[in-house]
């Protein structure tokens, strides 16, 4: 609802500390795709905009394009078909929305594909990607699903580039890297591999859940190499309270690693917010390191968490719970939906059988796969 979304920015303004920038993941409006219509999907990105300008200020905010922002729902064809039929008509929408937050080569190519680049802060270069050009949902990758945009051809010059002038990268997205189509995903997956010096972390949405996957070396599949963090909607959905995540970064000064050093989520309690004569609370629901018992939040930690979840019991329930934003299913998380739920945090690229190895899993791949294809809310 709209004024779940106000109440949110609206507590954020006094925040403390403040926020240096927002990263938003996609997704603008509602989920009553059956009835919506081009105009009603461009009025949702003025009006979402002009809030978070509102409640925001100056306060630069960088976007990725989720899979809901077209009509019909995922249905985004490739830069190449134009006329009537194209993305234009919104892509040129979301470049007029948010000309104020990004510069004028950001917009061209945002223009073009829905997809841009550009430094944040010396040091720092952010890649937004469309990533509904690897969307199982897609019909048009059917014409081709390896590169449909050439995104991953550009996002590898441009991870050259700030390879050769010393510059961190954060990448986001909306949907997750494993929830892409194979092809794509393992090409994504070798691209982190290549630049795991650059890559200094990942931020995507979509699944409205709180969960991460992790990418490993190539070679071995045994080191950690990046983590996707994996953030939760503010969307009302499916017994879920609105949430929302704020990232502690190692800062902007020379040499910075500008990585992720910790991270909180809040909730609205929607128990609480719906009595009678209550107020809107947004309130942190945790802090990871704090919740995890980590000594930090590099690649590695999270690896050994996953490690963790397999032998201690009640720690790997208290991430079921935090998982669902507070409102875990009333159907409890053992065995099956336990060997699934680990098996997709340890698998950063789609449908690959040997990244749930190390976990001994007791159950075919396939198996695992369908049961927990059955749980995803998108």
Known sequence: PLHTIEALLAQLRGAAPPFDAVYWTGDIPAHDVWQQRREDQLLALRTVTGLLRKHLGALPVYPAVGNHEATPVNAFPPPYVRGNQSSAWLYDAMALAWQDWL????????????????????????????MNFCSQANFWLLINSTDPAGQLQWLVGV????????????????????HCLRSWSWNYYRIVNRFEGTIAAQFFGHTHVDEFEMFYDEETLTRPVSVAFVAPSVTTYINLNPGYRVYELDGAYPGSSHAVLDHETFILNLTEANAPGAKPRWQRLYRAREAYGMPSAFPVDWDQLIRRFQDDESLFQRFWYLFHKGHPPREPCHEACKAALLCSLRTGRSIDPSLCHALRPTLPFAQIQELWRQRQLC
Not at 106 to 126: N, S
């Open 103 to 130: 510069p004028p080569a950001a917009l061209e190519t945002l223009r073009v594909a829905g997809f841009y680049t550009l430094q944040v802060w010396p040091g720092l270069r952010l890649v937004s990607l469309n």
């Open 159 to 178: 991870l050259e580039a700030a390879e050769q002038r010393g510059e961190k990268v954060h990448i986001i997205g909306h949907i997750p890297p494993a």
